[in-house]
């Protein structure tokens, strides 16, 4: 019996320093993952800040263009605020332009 202890023993010796590299593998890849997730979210809020402010200076042209024709029939659909009334105004303005070119 004491033989099995003290074998059991060696092989714990033997597994302990393999184990402990693992996991100190493990923690590094993890950090380097985590690290990874995060500029990635960082990135993507950068480019969802960009988004909003083009919006908004979409949104803020169509209304100073539907400002200048006061018989736009698309001033309602810009003035709900809806990102896609204001793309179809600002299309529908532009439309009428060049054919009046025409």
């Known amino acids: 019996s004491t033989s099995r202890s003290s074998r059991g023993d060696e092989i714990s010796e033997e597994i302990s320093p ?6 100190e593998d493990m923690e590094k890849k ?3 993952i985590g690290s990874t997730i995060i500029g990635r979210i960082d990135g993507l809020g950068t480019r969802i800040d960009e988004l909003e402010k083009s919006v908004s200076t979409l949104m803020q ?3 100073l263009e539907d400002r ?15 990102v896609r009334g204001a793309s ?6 532009r ?3 060049t054919r009046a070119e025409i």
Do not use: D, Y
């Open 18 to 23: 393999v184990v402990a590299v693992m996991l």
């Open 30 to 32: 993890f950090a380097a």
């Open 61 to 63: 042209q169509a209304h």
């Open 68 to 82: 200048n024709e006061p018989s736009s029939p698309s001033s309602s659909v810009v003035s709900t605020g809806s």
């Open 88 to 93: 179809t105004a600002h299309h529908s303005e």
């Open 95 to 97: 439309s009428r332009k």
